[in-house]
């Protein structure tokens, strides 16, 4: 089946630093990819639709200054929290698309634990 | 837009109990709906999806039930086990799968 990764898999970071995310798909080429952010206790929360090769597309209140993402490849999606502070600490998941699959299921990562101190 | 509520928030029940999960959406022009589990600091992994012409679907001791109409769906899981302890989302796309709104789950604890 479709398996998709994160790393890391939890990150501590100082408030001001910026930290990576990647989201691989391991073995299927994603054309799209999705990132959500998930509070304790509370639902995901789409922030950006991520197309390989363009712009990424951010949900109303998700700031693309803040939140840099990239998907220069078909299987590698990257989320950069710029200048974090303790407010972005989360669950951040992500979700890929298999196009060859012939539908449009997203295939969801194990998710990364982002802790601002 | 799409808002999905999941009522019990939390659940606890003694194993081999049969119990209901019930996620309710404010939109019933849906495109297909979804149960997900997510086990503690995990990502989900889908149970069972809906399309919009499906009344229900069915994998093992899991039926989902879906009622447009009334904006609703339900997770039945029969003869419960302490490994189904997990929290249990519901997620409804309303034009096609880019757009899920999940709800906030409901935590189920199944005691030995």
């Known amino acids: 089946g479709a398996v998709v990764s994160q790393h890391p898999s939890w990150v501590i970071c100082k408030s001001g630093t910026s930290v990576k995310i990647e989201c691989r798909s391991l073995d299927f080429q994603a054309t799209t990819m999705f990132w959500y952010r998930q509070f304790p206790k509370q639902s995901l929360m789409l922030m950006a639709t991520?197309?390989?090769?363009?712009?990424?597309?951010?949900e109303q209140g998700v700031e693309k200054d803040k939140f840099l993402i990239n998907h220069a490849s078909l299987t590698l999606s990257t989320l950069t929290v710029t200048s974090a502070h303790p407010e972005d600490s989360s669950f951040y998941i992500c979700?890929?698309?298999?196009?060859?699959?012939?539908?449009?299921?997203?295939?969801f990562g194990p998710g990364t634990r982002l802790t601002v101190l | 837009k799409q808002e999905v509520t999941q009522i019990p928030a939390a659940l606890s029940v003694p194993e081999g109990e049969n119990l209901v999960l019930n996620c309710s959406f404010t939109d019933s022009a849906i495109y297909n709906l979804q149960w997900f589990r997510q086990d503690p600091g995990k990502g989900l992994t889908s149970l069972l999806l809906?399309?919009?012409?499906?009344r229900e679907q069915t994998s093992g001791r899991l039926n989902a039930s879906l009622d447009k109409s009334s904006g609703r769906s339900t997770l039945y899981i029969a003869a419960s086990q302490p490994g189904d302890s997990a929290t249990y989302l519901c997620?409804?796309?309303?034009?096609?799968?880019?757009?899920?709104?999940f709800g906030a789950g409901t935590r189920l604890t199944v005691k030995p």
């Open positions: 979700s890929a698309r298999d196009p060859a699959s012939g539908t449009d299921t997203q295939y």
């Open positions: 991520s197309n390989e090769g363009s712009k990424a597309t951010y």
């Open positions: 809906i399309q919009s012409s499906q």
């Open positions: 997620a409804v796309s309303t034009y096609n799968n880019n757009d899920m709104r």
